[in-house]
């Protein structure tokens, strides 16, 4: 080999030993910089009475990305805002950057997942996908998340027949939280679910199976509303579900009232109520007297729309100790924490 090749090819040996050098030497600083960030995220979560709590970590991802490793994820909380709080938990959580993205944290649930809301029993499920986006940037904190997820299956007794098809959320929340009271405030989410089969355990109204749901939300600290002072205020600004024979729209404020009871009120539009009725009343949801009743609502307020088409109910909705009533006429009650 001539002289000359032989000391290029020397040059160039060194150059890429020092870019992997530098590159293993970044990816190491980023990945503590995770860590580190991960460390102080469960520091500060314990202030807003958020119990998180992770087993072995290792660092992964190089040299195309940074990620953090968690084994054994389990996060508990918001007590004071639900009865009986909301736990979570992962078989395995990565947490990392992309070189091609680097302002966006991607956090990536891996195995069995179980999710416990109130005293309803917990929830076990697997998905194909399910990924949470932040976006970052510089000398800010964040202020917006995005999950993705895809193909849920239910795999404990009680989500035994659970599947989701797709489940997209945004969520934005305030650049700061000063204080735990105020930690419920201000956080504002937009859902849209498709293609839900609900257990199969559960006796749904309108029918196992939820063809779309999407809403708009917004969550108000406790205290703000007089008629519910028993936890935070969730604003449906937006509501559209359409299940079985129902098709509905509407906008709610729901809560616990002072006794922890779920309650709200709102307004609701439904297309071709009558049929929505006949559906209840089949499947034994509510009595045929109280079907008698809506059907005589349904003459003094149901509206067939100016252009034709089905006739449309619109009319106040209410839930007060679980039961819950359109109009004045009360439809069916809600059954207890723990109860099928």
Not at 130 to 144: C, I, K, R, S, Y
Request: no cysteine; charged share 20%.
């Amino acid at each position: 080999m001539p002289r000359g090749l032989g000391a290029i090819l020397r040059g160039l040996l060194g150059a890429a030993a020092l870019v992997v050098a530098l590159d293993g030497l970044a990816w190491w600083l980023v990945t503590g910089q995770i860590e580190g960030a991960t460390a102080r995220f469960v520091a500060e979560s314990a202030k807003s009475g958020w119990a998180i709590q992770t087993g072995a970590s290792h660092r992964a991802g190089w040299p195309l990305a940074a990620r953090l490793v968690l084994d054994d994820v389990t996060a508990a909380g918001a007590a004071r805002e639900i009865p009986g709080g909301i736990a979570w938990r992962a078989r395995r959580l990565q947490i990392g950057l992309d070189v091609r993205h680097l302002t966006k944290l991607v956090v990536r649930a891996d195995g069995e997942q179980a999710l416990r809301l109130g005293g309803l029993p917990e929830l076990a499920y697997t998905s194909e996908t399910l990924t949470l986006e932040v976006a970052l940037a510089l000398g800010q904190p964040p202020q917006a998340a995005s999950l993705h997820a895809a193909g849920l299956r239910g795999t404990g007794a009680a989500a035994q027949g659970l599947a989701i098809g797709t489940l997209d959320a945004h969520v934005t929340w305030p650049p700061t939280v000063p204080d735990a009271a105020a930690a419920a405030g201000g956080i504002a989410a937009r859902i849209e679910a498709r293609a839900v089969t609900l257990p199969a355990s559960g006796h749904w109204p309108f029918g196992g199976r939820i063809d779309r749901l999407e809403a708009d939300a917004e969550a108000e600290r406790a205290g703000t509303s007089a008629a519910l002072p028993g936890s935070a205020v969730l604003l449906l600004r937006h509501l559209a579900l359409t299940a079985g024979a129902l098709d509905l729209t509407g906008h709610f404020t729901l809560g616990f009232d002072a006794a922890r009871q779920p309650g709200g009120a709102g307004e609701i539009r439904v297309v071709d109520p009558a049929r929505t009725v006949e559906e209840l009343v089949r499947n034994g949801t509510i009595d045929r007297r109280a079907g008698f009743a809506v059907d005589a609502m349904l003459l003094l307020l149901a509206r067939t729309p100016p252009g034709g088409g089905k006739p449309v109910l619109e009319a106040p909705f209410s839930l007060r100790d679980r039961v819950v009533s359109v109009g004045q006429v009360p439809l069916f009650r809600l059954p207890a924490p723990g109860q099928h």
